[in-house]
Protein backbone atom coordinates (compact mmCIF):
# COMPACT_ATOMS: atom_id res chain seq x y z
CA UNK A 1 0.00 0.00 0.00
CA UNK A 2 1.38 3.37 -1.19
CA UNK A 3 2.23 6.04 1.40
CA UNK A 4 -0.20 8.20 0.33
CA UNK A 5 -2.99 6.08 0.24
CA UNK A 6 -2.34 5.16 4.21
CA UNK A 7 -2.14 8.48 4.60
CA UNK A 8 -5.55 9.35 2.74
CA UNK A 9 -7.27 6.18 5.01
CA UNK A 10 -6.32 7.70 8.19
CA UNK A 11 -7.03 11.03 7.19
CA UNK A 12 -10.66 9.39 6.25
CA UNK A 13 -11.32 8.18 9.64
CA UNK A 14 -10.54 11.12 11.42
CA UNK A 15 -12.63 12.81 9.34
CA UNK A 16 -15.84 10.85 9.85
CA UNK A 17 -15.15 11.07 13.33
CA UNK A 18 -14.46 14.78 13.97
CA UNK A 19 -17.66 15.36 11.52
CA UNK A 20 -19.93 13.53 14.33
CA UNK A 21 -18.33 15.69 17.56
CA UNK A 22 -20.38 18.18 19.29
CA UNK A 23 -19.60 21.20 20.55
CA UNK A 24 -18.80 19.83 23.90
CA UNK A 25 -17.27 17.29 22.29
CA UNK A 26 -14.30 19.75 21.06
CA UNK A 27 -14.08 21.77 24.78
CA UNK A 28 -13.26 17.71 26.14
CA UNK A 29 -9.69 18.60 27.41
CA UNK A 30 -6.80 15.87 25.83
CA UNK A 31 -3.57 14.26 26.78
CA UNK A 32 -1.77 17.06 25.47
CA UNK A 33 -2.46 20.77 27.48
CA UNK A 34 -3.26 23.32 27.17
CA UNK A 35 -5.03 21.92 23.87
CA UNK A 36 -8.46 20.91 23.77
CA UNK A 37 -10.05 18.67 21.47
CA UNK A 38 -10.67 21.79 18.72
CA UNK A 39 -6.91 22.93 19.33
CA UNK A 40 -5.49 19.31 19.01
CA UNK A 41 -7.51 19.03 15.95
CA UNK A 42 -6.39 22.61 14.32
CA UNK A 43 -2.81 21.65 14.90
CA UNK A 44 -4.22 17.57 13.18
CA UNK A 45 -5.76 20.02 10.19
CA UNK A 46 -2.50 22.40 9.84
CA UNK A 47 -0.22 19.26 9.86
CA UNK A 48 -1.78 17.26 7.14
CA UNK A 49 -1.57 20.30 4.96
CA UNK A 50 1.32 21.06 4.65
CA UNK A 51 2.53 19.36 1.90
CA UNK A 52 0.74 21.47 -0.26
CA UNK A 53 2.85 24.52 -0.34
CA UNK A 54 6.20 22.11 0.02
CA UNK A 55 5.38 20.96 -3.24
CA UNK A 56 4.58 23.87 -4.61
CA UNK A 57 8.29 25.46 -3.75
CA UNK A 58 10.92 24.05 -5.53
CA UNK A 59 12.38 20.67 -4.81
CA UNK A 60 15.76 21.07 -2.95
CA UNK A 61 18.62 18.71 -4.63
CA UNK A 62 18.57 16.00 -2.84
CA UNK A 63 17.02 14.36 0.77
CA UNK A 64 19.37 14.71 3.34
CA UNK A 65 17.56 12.96 6.64
CA UNK A 66 14.41 10.56 6.22
CA UNK A 67 10.92 9.92 8.33
CA UNK A 68 13.16 9.10 11.74
CA UNK A 69 15.60 11.79 11.91
CA UNK A 70 12.53 13.86 11.35
CA UNK A 71 11.59 13.09 14.87
CA UNK A 72 14.28 14.52 16.31
CA UNK A 73 15.06 15.92 20.18
CA UNK A 74 15.46 19.67 18.39
CA UNK A 75 11.79 19.42 16.84
CA UNK A 76 10.25 19.43 20.59
CA UNK A 77 13.07 21.75 22.25
CA UNK A 78 10.92 24.23 24.78
CA UNK A 79 10.66 27.21 22.57
CA UNK A 80 10.22 25.10 19.36
CA UNK A 81 7.41 23.44 21.25
CA UNK A 82 5.74 26.50 22.91
CA UNK A 83 5.42 28.59 19.37
CA UNK A 84 3.77 25.12 17.79
CA UNK A 85 1.22 24.68 20.68
CA UNK A 86 0.49 28.56 20.48
CA UNK A 87 -0.01 28.08 17.11
CA UNK A 88 -2.41 25.55 16.91
CA UNK A 89 -4.11 27.17 19.66
CA UNK A 90 -5.04 30.29 17.72
CA UNK A 91 -5.81 28.23 14.32
CA UNK A 92 -8.28 26.30 16.59
CA UNK A 93 -10.20 29.75 18.06
CA UNK A 94 -10.19 31.00 14.55
CA UNK A 95 -13.13 28.60 13.73
CA UNK A 96 -16.29 29.57 15.10
CA UNK A 97 -17.56 26.44 15.29
CA UNK A 98 -16.35 22.57 15.54
CA UNK A 99 -18.24 21.75 12.48
CA UNK A 100 -16.52 24.17 10.83
CA UNK A 101 -13.34 22.61 11.38
CA UNK A 102 -14.24 19.32 10.93
CA UNK A 103 -15.33 20.57 7.29
CA UNK A 104 -11.52 22.75 6.59
CA UNK A 105 -9.53 19.51 8.17
CA UNK A 106 -11.78 17.70 5.40
CA UNK A 107 -11.34 19.75 2.64
CA UNK A 108 -7.30 20.45 3.61
CA UNK A 109 -6.39 16.44 4.31
CA UNK A 110 -7.98 15.77 0.51
CA UNK A 111 -6.24 18.63 -1.21
CA UNK A 112 -2.87 17.52 0.28
CA UNK A 113 -3.61 13.87 -1.16
CA UNK A 114 -4.39 15.22 -4.65
CA UNK A 115 -1.14 17.23 -4.69
CA UNK A 116 1.04 14.29 -3.55
CA UNK A 117 -0.75 12.72 -6.96
CA UNK A 118 0.82 14.76 -9.36
CA UNK A 119 4.14 14.25 -7.89
CA UNK A 120 6.97 13.09 -9.92
CA UNK A 121 8.67 10.21 -8.12
CA UNK A 122 11.15 10.15 -5.91
CA UNK A 123 10.50 14.09 -5.35
CA UNK A 124 12.01 15.73 -2.50
CA UNK A 125 10.95 18.66 -0.42
CA UNK A 126 11.76 20.89 2.09
CA UNK A 127 9.78 20.84 5.66
CA UNK A 128 9.07 24.16 7.83
CA UNK A 129 12.36 23.04 9.86
CA UNK A 130 14.19 23.35 6.74
CA UNK A 131 15.01 19.69 6.42
CA UNK A 132 15.06 18.25 2.74
CA UNK A 133 13.36 14.63 2.27
CA UNK A 134 11.70 12.77 -0.10
CA UNK A 135 7.99 13.20 -0.18
CA UNK A 136 7.52 9.52 0.66
CA UNK A 137 9.31 10.48 4.21
CA UNK A 138 7.62 13.28 5.09
CA UNK A 139 4.19 11.47 4.21
CA UNK A 140 5.49 9.03 7.04
CA UNK A 141 5.34 11.87 9.19
CA UNK A 142 2.09 12.75 8.39
CA UNK A 143 0.40 9.13 9.17
CA UNK A 144 2.65 9.38 12.37
CA UNK A 145 0.75 12.71 13.31
CA UNK A 146 -2.71 11.63 12.25
CA UNK A 147 -1.90 8.13 13.99
CA UNK A 148 -0.38 9.05 17.47
CA UNK A 149 -2.75 12.12 17.82
CA UNK A 150 -5.96 10.41 16.85
CA UNK A 151 -4.95 8.17 20.08
CA UNK A 152 -5.24 11.67 21.93
CA UNK A 153 -8.57 12.48 20.79
CA UNK A 154 -9.40 9.02 21.39
CA UNK A 155 -8.38 9.35 24.71
CA UNK A 156 -10.31 12.91 25.21
CA UNK A 157 -13.04 11.71 24.13
CA UNK A 158 -13.23 8.48 25.80
CA UNK A 159 -13.30 6.12 22.46
CA UNK A 160 -11.45 2.92 21.42
CA UNK A 161 -8.92 3.78 19.49
CA UNK A 162 -9.55 3.92 15.32
CA UNK A 163 -6.10 3.51 14.26
CA UNK A 164 -6.27 2.16 10.87
CA UNK A 165 -4.67 -1.30 10.56
CA UNK A 166 -2.05 0.05 7.42
CA UNK A 167 -1.66 3.36 9.46
CA UNK A 168 -0.64 0.73 12.79
CA UNK A 169 1.61 -1.19 11.16
CA UNK A 170 3.59 1.73 9.31
CA UNK A 171 4.18 3.68 12.50
CA UNK A 172 5.12 0.55 14.41
CA UNK A 173 7.60 -0.16 11.64
CA UNK A 174 9.16 3.87 12.30
CA UNK A 175 9.70 2.90 16.14
CA UNK A 176 11.05 -0.45 15.31
CA UNK A 177 13.48 0.99 12.60
CA UNK A 178 14.48 4.11 15.34
CA UNK A 179 15.43 1.25 17.92
CA UNK A 180 17.62 -0.15 15.96
CA UNK A 181 19.65 -3.49 16.92
CA UNK A 182 19.56 -2.41 20.79
CA UNK A 183 15.73 -2.83 20.28
CA UNK A 184 15.30 -5.93 17.74
CA UNK A 185 13.08 -8.25 20.02
CA UNK A 186 12.09 -5.69 22.66
CA UNK A 187 8.02 -5.55 21.47
CA UNK A 188 7.71 -9.71 21.62
CA UNK A 189 10.18 -9.75 24.89
CA UNK A 190 7.19 -7.63 26.93
CA UNK A 191 4.20 -8.86 24.59
CA UNK A 192 3.47 -5.82 23.00
CA UNK A 193 1.51 -5.56 20.26
CA UNK A 194 1.62 -2.83 17.66
CA UNK A 195 -1.12 -0.72 19.45
CA UNK A 196 0.82 -1.07 22.78
CA UNK A 197 4.45 -0.44 21.08
CA UNK A 198 3.35 3.17 19.60
CA UNK A 199 1.65 3.81 22.81
CA UNK A 200 4.21 2.91 24.81
CA UNK A 201 6.95 4.71 22.94
CA UNK A 202 5.02 7.63 22.78
CA UNK A 203 4.24 8.14 25.84
CA UNK A 204 0.01 7.81 25.43
CA UNK A 205 0.66 4.77 27.92
CA UNK A 206 2.80 4.91 31.02
CA UNK A 207 5.86 2.17 31.14
CA UNK A 208 5.56 -0.29 33.68
CA UNK A 209 8.89 -0.56 35.67
CA UNK A 210 10.26 -3.92 34.43
CA UNK A 211 9.19 -2.28 30.71
CA UNK A 212 11.33 1.00 32.01
CA UNK A 213 14.61 -1.49 33.30
CA UNK A 214 14.68 -3.52 30.19
CA UNK A 215 14.72 -0.27 28.02
CA UNK A 216 17.44 1.28 29.77
CA UNK A 217 18.98 -1.72 29.98
CA UNK A 218 19.12 -2.14 26.21
CA UNK A 219 19.80 1.41 25.42
CA UNK A 220 17.23 1.91 23.32
CA UNK A 221 16.32 5.91 22.55
CA UNK A 222 12.83 6.36 20.63
CA UNK A 223 12.18 9.14 18.32
CA UNK A 224 10.71 12.50 20.31
CA UNK A 225 7.09 12.98 20.04
CA UNK A 226 4.96 15.93 20.97
Known sequence: MLTRDIFQAEAERLSEVLAGLTEADHQRPTPCPPWNVRGLAAHVRTGAG??????????????????????????????????????????????????????DFDRTWRAAYAATGTAEPGRVVR?????????????????????????DLATALGRAPWLTTPARDLIAGLLTRAAGVAGAGLADELRWDR???????????????????????????????G
Do not use: C, N
Open 50 to 103: RVIGMLAEPAPPRAEVDAVDYFGPAKFAPQTDAARVDSAQREGDEFDSGRALAE
Open 127 to 151: TRHGDPMTLDDFLVTRVVELGVHGL
Open 195 to 225: LTLIAKATGRRPLAAAEQAEIDRRGVRWPAF
